[in-house]
Each structure stands twice: as C-alpha cells, then as structure tokens.
C-alpha cells in the first residue's frame, strides 16, 4: 500500500493523473523498484533507483533522442524525471511485458532458437544497425581498451568477483580458477582466464576500431521490448562499465552491442533459466582433477547458432568496414567480455554450475576470437606476401 502511494506520488509530481498499478517487474542490477500504472490518460512504467544512475540513463535517452531522426526512435517515450533525495524515478511508456527472451526460444532450458528467431530479431537488429550509423563518426572510444582487453583482468580482482569465486569452488584458491586449465566432456580443452587474457594482449590495436557510434551498450534479450502498438524498443542502456567513467560516454564499438546481445542469446539466456526455475546449466558435474578441472558440457546442437553468429559477423564487418575474420573476433572476445561482467554478481550466478557455466562459456569465446585472429593473421599474411 505505501509502495502504491509512493508510485502515484511520482506519477503527480511529474504533471499526470494518478492511477492504479497494474504490475511490478523485477529490477535489474541499477534499479530498485519497477511498476506500471494505468493512468486515465495513458499507461506509465515508473523505474526507481539510485539518483545518480536513473538521472545518467534519463540524460542519456534524451540525448539519443536529439542526434537521432525523428523516425528513429530507440527507446520508450520519456514523461519525466522526478529526484527525491538520493532517489529519482524515471516514468516511461508502457511496453508489452513479455521480454524477447520469452518469444525466442522453443524449449525450457532456453537453450533452442525456433525457426523463425530471425524474423522476430530483425526489427531489433535493423533499429540497432541503424543507430550505429546515423550516429557513427571517427576516432578510437576511450572505452575500446577496456572492452577488449583490461576488463578481463580487472573484474578479477573485484570483491565481488572474488567471493562468487569462493563460493563456486571452496576447495580451491581464486588463483587456481584463473590459472587452471579446463576439460570438456567432449573434447574441449580451455587454458585459465589469466593465461587467455595475457595471450590477447598483443592484438589490444586490432580489436579497437578506428570509428565509434552511439550505443546502446547492454542490449540483452530482457532489454528488448515491443510496444503495443509492435514498436520494438530498448530499455536500460549502459554507458558506464564497472564505474569507469570518461569523456565520450554513451559511444562505444557497435561490436559490442552485438557482441551483448550474442551472449545473453547463448548462453545467459539458459544460465539465467536454470538459476530462476532449476533447469540444466550448459556445464555440470565440474571437479578438480590433478591441476585442471573437469566438466560435463551440453552445448546446442542446432544450426540455428551458426547462423545467428553468421548475420551478427556480417552487420559487424559492414558497419566497421573490416575483415570478417576481425569482426567475427570482435564478436567473440565482446561475448567474453559481457560473459565476464557477469562473475562479479553472485546473486545473478550463485550456484557452483551457474557461475561454472558463464565462466566457462567466457573462456570458450576469448579462446575462440584470439584463436580467429591469429589464424586470419596468418591468412592475411601469406596473401600479402
């Protein structure tokens, strides 16, 4: 009751006709409360949360806005800002309730894309390509080395990161996680986080592009939205990684919005399933053997991934004009990179397969996009010579 009276306060305050809330959704990591309130005149979702972060994403959509077309319109319409104190609300149009993660996928475990998940993703990626574009522009994105290289070492040393760690594997020491290698039951074979990161080093120029665009910085299924009217629409961006703060926030590598929402289709979508509803993690059954570990692993069989991987290479590699075996790399280190910043919340991840599972998925896709561009190199190499 006092939270409902709360919400219509901030419907009144920001200039509309209270209303009855209808629903409450669960807040993401920098919000607190989320609700929609049938107004007389309109539907209101109001997000709530720390003032700093809600007027940041505020400030951010308004400026979208302004760069942006008319008829390029990214994110749900915007009915104002209201702060009390270290708390702001943001209120918003409403939009269907059912996530993309809820259309996608044909089985439980969110583990099989059904046939037409291209069809269903395309207003989506057809909106974020043209983000890119319209706003793209040259120069290096200050957040560049940090997404392809220093974020896989810094969340590392994160309290968080450090006691989701303890928590997966008490019978070990962080370092042992980070150093050790991992076995697959069918054959896959991973060296540790660190020894992958220190192998990357070297192609920190190659993975940085040369041009940069507004992004929306954390397009994951469950920020993908349509409104009832079938608009599809983004919410939460992300401008700020892990607090680091810089000078051209809000721009990024396009990559990178791809490379988001890569992941969250395989594996968070499944990962995060598990953890809601206790169904099967991609990795089981991981033990220490001798210096490595050992893990059940069941990844998709259907082609439906290799073609989803083959349109997100293509949209990268047109948008940064690049060859396709560095932009299939920046896919692939980007996917690693979104899967890392996952470790560092063990509310998100807490059980020992869960956080097994996102760890082993990052190390699988940093492995694969050094392993790209190190045999592109190569290619490039003897057709030049």
Request: hydrophobic content about 40%; glycine content about 8%.
């Amino acid at each position: 009751m006092v939270e409902n009276v709360v919400l219509n306060h901030w419907v009144a305050a920001a200039g509309m006709k209270t209303g009855r809330v209808t629903g409450r959704f669960r807040p993401g990591a920098d919000s607190a409360l989320i609700a929609q309130i049938e107004t007389p005149v309109r539907s209101v979702v109001v997000k709530a949360g720390p003032a700093a972060i809600v007027k940041n994403e505020v400030q951010f959509i308004r400026r979208v806005e302004r760069e942006l077309p008319d008829e390029l319109s990214l994110f749900p319409k915007q009915f104002g800002l209201v702060e009390q104190g270290d708390v702001a609300a943001a209120l918003m149009e409403a939009a269907y309730p059912k996530t993309l993660d809820e259309h996608l996928f044909t089985d439980l475990d969110r583990s099989q894309l059904g046939d037409d998940f291209l069809e269903k993703l395309g207003p989506f990626l057809d909106l974020l390509t043209a983000l890119h574009e319209v706003s793209a522009q040259s120069g290096i994105p200050e957040v560049g080395p940090y997404v392809y290289r220093d974020r896989f070492t810094s969340v590392t040393t994160t309290d968080g990161f450090k006691q989701a760690s303890a928590h997966a594997f008490p019978e070990v020491s962080i370092d042992d996680v980070l150093e050790s290698d991992w076995a697959g039951s069918d054959g896959t074979h991973l060296r540790g986080l660190r020894p992958l990161a220190a192998r990357l080093v070297p192609w920190t120029d190659t993975l940085v592009p040369e041009s940069n665009s507004i992004v929306h910085g954390d397009p994951h299924l469950k920020n993908m939205l349509s409104t009832n009217e079938g608009r599809p629409v983004f919410i939460d961006p992300r401008t700020v990684w892990d607090g680091n703060r810089r000078r051209d926030e809000g721009r990024g590598d396009p990559a990178y919005d791809f490379a988001t929402l890569f992941h969250s289709i395989w594996p968070m979508s499944a990962i995060l399933q598990a953890v809601e509803c206790g169904t099967r993690t991609p990795a089981t059954d991981i033990v220490r053997e001798g210096t490595r570990f050992r893990f059940n692993i069941a990844w998709p069989a259907s082609d439906s991934y290799r073609r989803l991987e083959s349109k997100l290479v293509d949209l990268i590699a047109k948008t940064g004009e690049i060859p396709s075996y560095v932009a299939r790399a920046r896919l692939y280190v980007g996917t690693a990179n979104a899967l890392v910043g996952w470790l560092r919340y063990p509310d998100a991840v807490p059980t020992r397969d869960s956080w097994a599972s996102t760890y082993i998925a990052a190390l699988h896709f940093l492995d694969s996009g050094i392993n790209a561009l190190e045999r592109g190199d190569v290619r490039a190499t003897v057709r030049e010579s």
